[in-house]
Antibody, heavy 118, light 111 residues
Framework: VKIVESGGGVVQPGRSLRLSCAASGFTFSNYGMHWVRQAPGKGLEWVAVISHDESETNYGDSVKGRFTISRDNAKKTLYLQMNSLKTDDTAVYYC????????????WGQGTLVTVSS | HSALTQPASVSGSPGQSITISCTGITSDFGGYKYVSWYQQHPDKAPKLIIFDVNSRPLGVSSRFSASKSDNTASLTISGLQSEDEAHYYCSSYSSSLTLWVFGGGTKLTVL
């Protein structure tokens, strides 16, 4: 299993950014996928989930209405569209594969850093 | 939905056992009952070490064990080794709400 995030960088407050996550080594279309973030020096915060067939999505309270999770099963790629970014969104964003029993995240990428600053 | 509560830090000497608690796994809001634990070394991605309350993924040492009682989950690391020094996070999942939540994390120091 290999998971590689990309798309991070420095962005001004109020602007948008799209993260990508390329997956390989497993049948991507069979598993739910998640975004989890970690602000500098802080703990893990669950951000969003999308079901294996895109039929269901859900978000953490702090990003609901601003972030959109999506996926392209043909390209084995997960996305996170982040709009109306705030300085509090500064974090390393991890992409993670959902485990077979659904409750756990069994494989993680190395993360991509998003810095929201003027 | 508030995060789960963990102690900020724990410590132990090599060879000893330590336990990290995780409270707040309640049946409110549809019922958080699936518990998993993650290990994170500095500047590394989190690694799953316990799923479904007390199961270990292949390759994870049997020195890691876990349990759950009422609203509290616990991770025990026996025979502490220097490589166990890391942050540990609990997580729970509500199938009815399709929500995941993490604990605040515990820094383990091996003295």
């Amino acid at each position: 299993v290999k998971i590689v995030e990309s798309g991070g960088g420095v962005v001004q407050p109020g602007r948008s950014l799209r993260l990508s996550c390329a997956a390989s080594g497993f049948t991507f279309s069979n598993y739910g996928m998640h975004w989890v973030r970690q602000a500098p020096g802080k703990g893990l915060e669950w951000v969003a989930v999308i079901s294996h067939d895109e039929s269901e999505t859900n978000y953490g309270d702090s990003v609901k209405g601003r972030f959109t999770i999506s996926r392209d099963n043909a390209k084995k790629t997960l996305y996170l569209q982040m709009n109306s970014l705030k300085t509090d969104d500064t974090a390393v964003y991890y992409c993670a594969k959902q485990g077979a029993l659904a409750g756990d995240l069994d494989y993680w990428g190395q993360g991509t850093l998003v810095t929201v600053s003027s | 939905h508030s995060a789960l509560t963990q102690p900020a830090s724990v410590s132990g000497s090599p060879g000893q056992s330590i336990t990290i608690s995780c409270t707040g796994i309640t049946s409110d809001f549809g019922g958080y009952k699936y518990v998993s634990w993650y290990q994170q070394h500095p500047d590394k991605a989190p690694k799953l070490i316990i799923f479904d309350v007390n199961s270990r993924p292949l390759g994870v040492s049997s020195r890691f064990s876990a349990s759950k009682s009422d609203n509290t989950a616990s991770l025990t690391i026996s025979g502490l080794q220097s490589e166990d020094e890391a942050h540990y996070y609990c997580s729970s999942y509500s199938s009815s709400l399709t929500l995941w939540v993490f604990g605040g994390g515990t820094k383990l120091t091996v003295l």
